[in-house]
C-alpha cells in the first residue's frame, strides 16, 4: 500500500535476448560441412552494424549454389530465431533454436528428439 508522499517504484523490464555462442557456431559449421552436397556453399557469422534493441548482436549469412549473393540471413529476436530471405529481406519462419532455424534452410543434419537447447 502507497501513502501519500511514496512514489511507486518503477520496474524496467530488460528483455531476455540470445546470442550466438561458440555452439552455435559450432553447429553451424557441421551444418555447411553436411550440407555441401544440398547446395550450401558457405556461413558466416557477422557482427550487426548497429546494435538495436531486441535483436541479437551478431547474425548468419548463409550462401547457396542457386545464387552469387547471399541467401538468407538467421538472427535472434528475443528468444526466437528468424530466418530472413536475404535477397528479398523477407521474413520465412521463426524457431525455438538455431538448430531448427538452419533445418528451415536445408534440412542435412538429424534432429535430436530430446534436446532442450536454444
Not at 9 to 36: D, N, T
Amino acid at each position: 500500500m502507497l501513502h501519500m508522499n511514496e512514489t511507486p517504484s518503477v520496474c524496467k523490464i530488460i528483455p531476455f535476448q540470445m546470442e550466438i555462442l561458440s555452439r552455435h557456431r559450432e553447429y553451424l559449421s557441421r551444418w555447411v560441412e553436411a550440407g555441401l552436397p544440398m547446395g550450401v556453399c558457405d556461413a558466416d557469422v557477422f557482427s550487426a552494424s548497429q546494435r538495436q534493441p531486441g535483436l541479437s548482436s551478431e547474425y548468419v549469412v548463409i550462401w547457396v549454389r542457386e545464387t552469387p549473393d547471399p541467401a538468407y540471413k538467421v538472427f535472434s529476436r528475443g528468444n526466437r530465431w528468424i530466418v530472413v530471405d536475404a535477397i528479398r529481406e523477407h521474413q520465412l519462419g521463426q524457431f525455438s533454436s538455431f538448430a531448427d532455424a538452419l533445418n528451415m534452410v536445408r534440412p542435412v543434419l538429424p534432429r535430436p528428439e530430446k534436446i532442450v537447447a536454444a
